[in-house]
């Protein structure tokens, strides 16, 4: 079946601009996370959606972040005002749940680059 | 709260011979642990997964981690390495508290050999 799809697999923009990425989730997982991957950084948690609880947005480095899930299933992440140290791989997943074992399923990513 | 050590960075091995990439976890509960591994461009694919059952773990294409708790390790293991096994590959240990969400370890990056 299909996997988690985001979108789009690279951009590029100026600093100062806002940026959108989105994520598709596999149909019918309730949990949604998204994460960083940079340089220097490796991965880290940024923010996460569990059905319509309230999100879990403690990883998210400043206010110019946010996200949104709609309808429990696609997510959008925002950057305001883009900087340079903005510029990573931005990973999500998705679970069927939050049990322990419960493996996340990744996309591709969104290659993120400040110029 | 949990953190994960894989302690080598880069491990070049010969096409056929074994594959050991190691990872320590500190846990102040009984954790889940994960191997994920990444190829170039590409996102994050589950290898296998250790959820207090069986502590010998089998994956897939041939990898397999064992848990032990008395060393507080999780190394992962292949008997032949394959020129497509090169790519980079991180210990995960699941977080605490509703959210789940997992802490990575910074990766090995593995390198195959013809």
């Known amino acids: 079946g299909a996997g988690v799809s985001q979108s789009p697999s690279n951009k590029v923009t100026e600093k100062g601009k806002d940026v959108e990425l989105r994520c598709d989730p596999i149909?019918?997982?309730?949990?949604l996370y998204w994460y960083r991957q940079s340089l220097g950084q490796g991965l880290e948690f940024l923010i996460y959606?569990?059905?319509?609880?309230?999100?879990?947005k403690s990883g998210l480095p400043s206010d110019r972040f946010s996200a949104e899930r709609t309808g429990g299933s696609v997510s959008t992440l925002t950057i305001q005002r883009t900087q340079q140290e903005d510029s990573a791989v931005y990973l999500c997943?998705?679970?069927?749940?939050?049990?322990?074992?419960?493996?996340?399923?990744f996309g591709d990513g969104t290659r993120l680059s400040i110029l | 709260a949990q953190s994960v050590t894989q302690l080598d960075s880069h491990v070049s091995v010969s096409e056929g011979t074994p594959v050991l990439l190691r990872c320590n976890y500190s846990?102040?509960?009984?954790?889940?642990l994960f191997w994920y591994v990444q190829h170039p461009n590409k996102g994050l694919q589950l290898l296998l997964k250790?959820?207090?059952?069986?502590?010998l773990v089998k994956g897939i294409n041939g990898f397999e981690a064992e848990f032990k708790k008395s060393e507080t390790s999780f190394h992962l293991t292949k008997p032949s390495a394959h020129m497509s096994d090169a790519a980079e590959y991180f210990c995960?240990?699941?977080?605490?508290?509703?959210?789940?969400?997992?802490?990575f370890g910074s990766g090995t990056r593995l390198q195959v050999q013809p």
């Open positions: 250790y959820t207090s059952a069986a502590t």
């Open positions: 149909s019918g997982h309730t949990a």
């Open positions: 995960v240990v699941t977080g605490s508290g509703g959210r789940r969400a997992l802490t």
């Open positions: 846990s102040s509960y009984s954790p889940s």
């Open positions: 959606f569990q059905g319509n609880s309230a999100p879990d």
């Open positions: 997943a998705s679970s069927p749940g939050t049990g322990g074992g419960q493996p996340q399923h």
